[in-house]
């Protein structure tokens, strides 16, 4: 069963709007870097006043638990976390779930 990965970061206010771009284009980077577990990413910049201080987010989707577990353990995954992520950021939120059938919109 497919797995949805969700972060939220909140940026530190020293990081600028550039920095902010290229934490996300590591993100989506990791897609080709890691072949095979990702099935899709989408992220971007918070715009909703009720966001609590978190600034930017991304969506990914696995194809079952084995590629997330992949993923978090792959070296590219952790460089990108430990050396781009981090030290930009004052909080983070994961959310993983399965991705059940009844979550298709139904017309």
Not at 52 to 79: N, R, W
């Amino acid at each position: 069963m497919a797995v949805a990965h969700i972060i939220l970061l909140k940026l530190k206010p020293s990081v600028t709007e550039e920095q902010g771009h290229d934490i996300l284009e590591a993100v989506v980077a990791l897609k080709d870097k890691i072949p095979d577990v990702m099935e899709s990413v989408h992220l971007g910049v918070n715009f909703a006043a009720r966001a609590k201080g978190f600034t930017h987010g991304f969506t990914m989707v696995f194809k079952d638990k084995a590629a997330l577990e992949t993923y978090d353990k792959s070296p590219e995954h952790i460089k990108v976390v430990q050396e781009i992520i981090r030290p930009n950021i004052d909080d983070i939120i994961a959310f993983d779930y399965e991705i059940e059938d009844y979550s298709i919109p139904r017309l």
